[in-house]
Every structure is written in structure tokens, then in C-alpha cells.
Nanobody
Framework: QVQLVESGGGLVRAGASLRPSCVGP????????LGWFRQAPGKEREFVAP??????IYFSDSVKDRFPTSRDNANTVSLQMNSLKPDDTAVYYC???????????????????????WGQGTQVTVSS
């Protein structure tokens, strides 16, 4: 069974940075797109930032370019969270598609339905 494991969340002050990462099986990682989503208390889970199989990255309007994601190696993807705000407080989830085309569209990768495998989440808390 494919598993994704996130780590690297934490409690920080506004303006600080964090770099959560997600580890999964190497071969299926390289054939898939990876996405980050978040869910704040009392809110629905929302799209944050994906990276396509070909390495193209996208951003949600809520984070713009503060949170670039990257493939660190064959089985690790990270989310560089810069200039954190209290509104960024949430559980952050890593997700993986099944095998996919190299450059799937942003609209497709924004949808939770595009992803077949999810991690357990890592908590990010930003104090003011």
C-alpha cells in the first residue's frame, strides 16, 4: 500500500518560514503529480500548491508565490512556506496522483479528485 508521510510542521510566529516535506515510494513519485492541501479548523480542505510530473509548479490565490513546492529527490517533495501569516494555520496534507501526463493543467491539479493517495497531515500553527 502506498503511503505518504509528512513532517516538518510546527508552531512559529508571523513572518517566519517552515519547510514541511513529504516522503513516498520513489518510482510512483516520479510518475505522478504531487499536491499540497490544507484544512483549517471549521473549514473545508483547500488547494495550496501542486507540482506536475514535469516539474511545473502552481499556486493558489490564497498563498500566491509565498509557498513554492519542489521535488527534493526521487521520493521527497517539500513545501517552502515563507512569510507565514496567522491565516495560514492549518493541517497541511501531501497528496499524490496516479501515473499522469508530464504537464497536467493547474485546473486539474487544483481538484482533490485528481489525487489517489494522501498523507496523514502535519500541523502548522502561526501566532501573531
Amino acid at each position: 500500500q502506498v503511503q505518504l508521510v509528512e513532517s516538518g510542521g510546527g508552531l512559529v510566529r508571523a513572518g517566519a518560514s517552515l519547510r514541511p516535506s513529504c516522503v513516498g515510494p520513489g518510482r510512483t513519485f516520479m510518475e505522478a503529480a504531487l499536491g499540497w492541501f490544507r484544512q483549517a479548523p471549521g473549514k473545508e480542505r483547500e488547494f495550496v500548491a501542486p507540482i506536475s510530473r514535469g516539474g511545473k509548479i502552481y499556486f493558489s490565490d490564497s498563498v500566491k508565490d509565498r509557498f513554492p513546492t519542489s521535488r527534493d529527490n526521487a521520493n521527497t517533495v517539500s513545501l517552502q512556506m515563507n512569510s507565514l501569516k496567522p491565516d495560514d494555520t492549518a493541517v497541511y496534507y501531501c497528496a499524490k496522483t496516479n501515473r499522469i501526463a508530464y504537464f497536467a493543467s493547474r485546473d486539474y491539479l487544483m481538484s482533490q479528485n485528481a489525487y489517489a493517495t494522501w498523507g496523514q497531515g502535519t500541523q502548522v500553527t502561526v501566532s501573531s
